[in-house]
C-alpha cells in the first residue's frame, strides 16, 4: 500500500519569499503524485501533477515541483509568494489500481 | 462547464438523528468519490464508484454509513443514526477514471453533530 507524509504541519512566510513544502511517499510499485490546494471552506484544487517524463512539473500560480525517485519524494516550491497563497496544501499519491491517498496537510501561512 | 456541486454545503444535527448528502459529478466523469476530512486532516476515502458499482467501500462504516449511485450520476451519502464523531467535511469528487486521471472536487458539505 502506498502513503504520504508531510513534514511540516505549518509554514510561515514573508510575502516574496520562496518557499518550500515537503513531500515524502512510500510505495512498492509505480506511482502518479499530486498537490491540491484548499482555500478556506472550498473543495480541493489541483495545483500540479506527476505522471511520467520530465521529474519537474510546473502548475498554476506559479508553483512547481520536483519528483526526486531515489528519496521518494515531491517536494513543492514557489520563488515568491503572495498573500492570497495562504491556504492548506496536501500531498496525494495513487497508482494504477489504487486510491487517491493524502497526506495531512501544510498550512500555508503568508506575512506582509 | 459546472464543477462537482455538493449540498447542503453546513449541516447541523443532534446526534442520533439521521442526515443525507447529495453530490452532483461533473458530466461524463463515470469515477464517483466520498472522502471525509477531518479537522487538520487530509481527506479519507469512504467509498468509491465505478458507474453504479461500488468497487473500494473498505474504509465506510456499514453499521451506520450506506451510499448509493443511480444511473450511475448523482450520488447520495447517508449517516443513520449520527455520532459526535461525524463531525467532519464530507468532499465528493468525480474523475474519468483513477490513477492518473485528475480528480475533481466539490466545495464539500460541514457536518457538526451537537
Known amino acids: 500500500a502506498q502513503s504520504v507524509t508531510q513534514l511540516d504541519s505549518q509554514v510561515p512566510v514573508f510575502e516574496e519569499a520562496p518557499v518550500e513544502l515537503r513531500c515524502n511517499y512510500s510505495s512498492s510499485v509505480s506511482v502518479y503524485l499530486f498537490w491540491y490546494v484548499q482555500y478556506p471552506n472550498q473543495g480541493l484544487q489541483l495545483l500540479l501533477k506527476?505522471?511520467?517524463?520530465?521529474?519537474l512539473v510546473k502548475g498554476i500560480n506559479g508553483f512547481e515541483a520536483e519528483f526526486n525517485k531515489s528519496q521518494t519524494s515531491f517536494h513543492l516550491r514557489k520563488p515568491s509568494v503572495h498573500i492570497s497563497d495562504t491556504a492548506e496544501y496536501f500531498c496525494a499519491v495513487t497508482t494504477n489500481t489504487d486510491k487517491l491517498i493524502f497526506g495531512t496537510g501544510t498550512r500555508l501561512q503568508v506575512f506582509p | 462547464e459546472a464543477g462537482v456541486v455538493q449540498s447542503p454545503r453546513y449541516k447541523i444535527i443532534e446526534k442520533k438523528q439521521p442526515v443525507a448528502f447529495w453530490c452532483n459529478p461533473i458530466?461524463?466523469?463515470?469515477?464517483l468519490y466520498w472522502y471525509r476530512q477531518n479537522l487538520g486532516q487530509g481527506p479519507e476515502l469512504l467509498i468509491r464508484y465505478e458507474n453504479e458499482e461500488a468497487v473500494d467501500d473498505s474504509q465506510l462504516p456499514k453499521d451506520r454509513f450506506s451510499a448509493e449511485r443511480l444511473k450511475g450520476v448523482d450520488s447520495t451519502l447517508k449517516i443513520q443514526p449520527a455520532e459526535l464523531g461525524d463531525s467532519a467535511v464530507y468532499l465528493c469528487?468525480?474523475?474519468?477514471?483513477?490513477?492518473?486521471?485528475?480528480?475533481?472536487f466539490g466545495q464539500g458539505t460541514r457536518l457538526t453533530v451537537v
Open positions: 458530466s461524463g466523469h463515470n469515477t
Open positions: 506527476y505522471l511520467s517524463g520530465s521529474t
Open positions: 469528487a468525480s474523475s474519468k477514471g483513477q490513477g492518473a486521471t485528475e480528480a475533481f
